[in-house]
């Protein structure tokens, strides 16, 4: 059986022809979740369309399947009467491994047990829906439904115009009202939270569960966010100890059952929570889904639904389940949809498909997504569509709509050219917008606008969101600051590599040198003939690509884009085509088309100022942003002081100082203030001056001293932290305290042949007694010395201020996240 589309989408199809549809595919494809490190999968514009007579009969019969569901948990897991009957496969149901005795006789807070289940259904020749599987214990496929129709309605912007769809965040909004209202306790607001494993090895999975927690307006957790005391279960706060405010009322459970409670439940690969089985016995805490969901994915169980259905309904199951896969005999033929040729033929082909829908609980009971993904489901490649659920011309409006619901109404199946998504909302995942047609019986009763019964929820930062938002501010200082190193570094090293003096050829070297130095990817230039252009190109094509190289560029972006990725629901959604094309163009870097390294290195500079402004114009001012510019002030000063040691470092001729120092003004973009504070050529004791005592440059030590103070200041402390403020005073002291004049004249080190001129400052100026000891260089790395020069006490002292920086980054991690994660899993502190 063929379906035929409405009129409207097939002549926009015809419209597009076939190349502008494959653009459209190939389009959506680079766009669908682009910034999680995934297979692109193969996306086919052409939608599933179910007009509202089929959409009514599909969702009734979902909405009774899991009413059935419901019923038979609360029956498994309490009474346990249907054991007892004839009709239920007792044997199969008392061996499966997901019946979890521990679980009976939890309560539920609400009319319903199942929060959420997600069946894949078809439908066959005759016209009859099959279920070929329920998702019971961990559903799936609401971030997907999103993010397919974001994509689509962007790369077909006329083909979304074309038809009046259902559309999807009206449903989420009803749902993030049902869920707040059965939560709430005491007069106040519950607090709801979405556990996930974040599996890197599954990325989509993570993409899926983060796009669910955005649209529930709930916050990402792990299991060691979360712990239980006196049968409750509290967030663990960054800094300061839970309190009974921090408790949580709901969790989400995306992961197993299984892995939650390893006193319960046996040893977890995750460790699991402790005592969260008995937090929810004792009614603390309600788990949506709730212990040993997965039981009701038992195939036997599934086959004796029709019978089940009849004996606990008294209803005739609408929705029976595929007797085999579809396909296998006559009975079962599939229906075909239109489709695109996966051949790769210009005209329209039909396919068969299997559909994933969400159903999701509501105040009234249970409502499913009016969309979601299809799967084709032939032996050709695997194609992803977006479903669509048409609006009946004859639907009335919500009572007092008027005309906002009307305009709502007719951009609801469009993009537009300023970017509105077939929702009619900017972005797919953001604030949601007003209910339309579609979103009947929302309207608040008093006609206000506003829901009175709504109670503010205090928002929720855990220890593992406040690591990740720290080490977010550090990779994405060092990806930028390492970017603007290796630019500065290649393009002077393309100007000084044509030139024969020696002034040239010490300057190419240190600044190569530099580049290891500050990046400590040892042995690397140190080891290298900086005259040989074969070997210094293919060091800095290493650090461009090797993503497993600790300190390369491509490691740094790599766990830029991993600590982002954890923070889906707190970042706006403008970073992720950011994220993607700065991953292109690392990707582009790698190849072999002889791509000029500087044009990618000046993508990557430029996708790091655009994420800094989509962050800094999108985050809330509040605990999350603190630690994100504490982490972003202590990496750009521990790399401005590393840069400047290895540069400044050594005394040597006038003409190689002043080719270094005017690099490092590049570097550094200070260039433009210097020549308006100085008026001079470009010296290396007056670029220090600036770049260490300059307040007014965003990029001067003195800079982010002042905002490292002032932001230390904001963050919360139950008691005085010394450890906090006593590396930070005395960097400051310290600094403070610095003579450009004083810490560039040459030590006196026995055996040292220096190049200075002998204009240059000859004396020797020891660092202060309380200076320790410079931190050693790898045993595999040749000193700075070797380099020629000089040495100056700049290199005890930068030694010694990095030091008390490395002092203040252990404090903080020590103090507002877990021991485990003072080092992040996914990166290592390398400057």
């Given at each position: ?329 006559p009975g079962a033929e599939p229906s075909r949809w239109l489709s695109s040729d996966p051949a790769g033929g210009d005209e329209l082909v039909e396919r068969p498909a299997r559909l994933r829908l969400l159903v999701i609980a509501s ?367 005395a960097l400051r002291s310290r600094i403070g305290s610095w003579q450009p004049q004083e810490l560039l004249r040459p030590a006196s080190t026995p055996g040292t042949v220096s190049d200075s001129p002998s204009g240059s400052p000859s ?69």
């Amino acid at each position: 059986m063929r379906i035929a589309a409405p009129g409207a989408p097939v002549d926009e199809l015809a419209a597009l022809g076939p190349r502008g549809r494959r653009l459209a595919a190939t389009s959506a494809a680079s766009m669908f979740a682009a910034d999680v490190s995934a297979p692109t999968p193969v996306i086919d514009p052409v939608p599933v369309v179910l007009d509202a007579e089929d959409w009514d009969t599909l969702s009734a019969g979902l909405i009774q399947r899991v009413r059935l569901l419901d019923a038979l948990y609360a029956d498994l897991y309490g009474p346990r009467t249907v054991l007892g009957t004839d009709v239920a496969p007792a044997a199969e149901l008392l061996q499966d491994p997901a019946y979890l005795r521990s679980a009976i006789g939890i309560p539920s807070r609400g009319a319903t047990h199942l929060f959420a289940v997600t069946s894949t259904v078809a439908r066959q020749a005759d016209g009859s829906w099959v279920v070929l599987e329920d998702s019971v214990d961990v559903p799936d496929g609401a971030g997907f439904a999103l993010e397919l129709r974001r994509v689509l309605s962007r790369c077909a912007p006329s083909l979304y115009r074309s038809t009046e769809l259902r559309r999807l965040h009206p449903f989420f909004d009803t749902v993030r009202t049902a869920l707040h209202r059965r939560t709430r306790t005491d007069g106040r607001a519950g607090r709801t939270v979405v556990l996930t494993a974040g599996d890197p090895d599954d990325p989509l999975r993570a993409f899926d569960q983060s796009w669910l927690a955005n649209l529930l307006g709930s916050p990402v957790v792990s299991v060691g966010d979360l712990q239980t005391g006196s049968g409750s279960l509290t967030l663990r706060l960054p800094g300061v100890d839970s309190d009974p405010g921090d408790t949580v009322d709901a969790l989400v459970r995306l992961l197993p059952s299984a892995q939650l409670d390893p006193l319960d439940l046996g040893p977890t690969p995750y460790g699991g929570v402790t005592g969260l089985v008995e937090a929810a016995r004792c009614g603390d805490v309600e788990m949506l889904n709730p212990f040993g969901a997965g039981l009701l994915e038992n195939p036997a169980l599934r086959a004796a639904l029709p019978d089940l259905c009849r004996q606990i309904l008294h209803e005739d199951l609408q929705l029976r389940p595929a007797a085999r896969p579809t396909g296998e005999s006559p009975g079962a033929e599939p229906s075909r949809w239109l489709s695109s040729d996966p051949a790769g033929g210009d005209e329209l082909v039909e396919r068969p498909a299997r559909l994933r829908l969400l159903v999701i609980a509501s105040e009234d009971g249970y409502e499913v997504l009016p969309g979601g993904v299809a799967h084709t489901d032939d032996e050709a490649p695997e194609a992803l569509k977006d479903i669509w659920v048409t609006v009946p011309e004859t639907f009335a409006l919500p009572e007092g709509a008027g005309e906002g619901s009307s305009t709502e109404r007719s951009s609801a199946g469009g993009s537009s050219a300023g970017g509105s998504s077939a929702d009619g909302t900017p972005h797919e995942g953001s604030a949601p917008g007003r209910a339309d047609a579609s979103d009947t019986g929302s309207a608040p009763a008093n006609g206000s606008g506003v829901d009175l019964g709504v109670l503010t929820a205090y928002p929720a930062m855990t220890r593992s969101i406040g690591s990740d938002l720290f080490w977010f501010g550090r990779y994405l200082e060092r990806v930028d600051s390492t970017a603007r190193l290796l630019r500065t570094v290649l393009d002077t090293s393309n100007d000084l590599g044509s030139e024969r003096s020696a002034s040239a050829g010490t300057a190419q070297a240190v600044l190569l040198g530099a580049v290891t130095d500050v990046t400590t990817t040892y042995p690397g230039f140190l080891d290298l003939d900086p005259q040989d252009p074969e070997s210094v190109r293919s060091e800095i094509s290493s650090l461009l690509t090797d993503s497993g190289r600790p300190g390369s560029l491509a490691q740094s972006y790599a766990s830029l884009a991993h600590t982002t990725r954890t923070l889906r629901d707190l970042i706006s959604d403008d970073v992720w085509p950011v994220i993607a094309r700065m991953r292109g163009s690392f990707h582009l870097l790698a190849g072999s088309d002889n791509r000029p390294l500087e044009q990618g290195l000046t993508e990557i500079v430029d996708g790091c100022l655009t994420l800094s402004g989509a962050v800094a114009d999108s985050m809330p001012r509040n605990l999350g942003w603190d630690l994100t510019e504490v982490g972003r002030k202590l990496e750009r000063t521990m790399g401005l002081l590393s840069l400047l040691r290895a540069t400044l470092g050594h005394r040597r001729t006038r003409a190689a100082e002043a080719r270094i120092a005017g690099a490092v003004a590049l570097i550094t973009e200070s260039g433009a203030s210097y020549r308006r504070t100085f008026h001079a050529a470009v010296q290396p004791e007056l670029l220090l001056e600036l770049l260490l005592h300059d307040t007014t440059l965003p990029r001067s030590i003195a800079f982010q001293l002042d905002r490292l103070n002032s932001t230390l200041d904001r963050l919360p402390e139950v008691t005085p932290s010394p450890e906090l403020r006593a590396p930070l005073t005395a960097l400051r002291s310290r600094i403070g305290s610095w003579q450009p004049q004083e810490l560039l004249r040459p030590a006196s080190t026995p055996g040292t042949v220096s190049d200075s001129p002998s204009g240059s400052p000859s004396g020797s100026v020891p660092g202060p007694p309380s200076a320790p000891t410079p931190t050693p260089a790898p045993p595999s790395a040749p000193t700075p010395a070797a380099r020629g020069g000089a040495p100056t006490s700049m290199l005890e002292e930068a030694d010694a201020a990095i030091g008390s920086l490395r002092e203040l980054a252990t404090a903080l991690e020590n103090r507002f996240f877990r021991p485990s994660e003072s080092t992040s899993r996914w990166g290592i502190d390398d400057v």
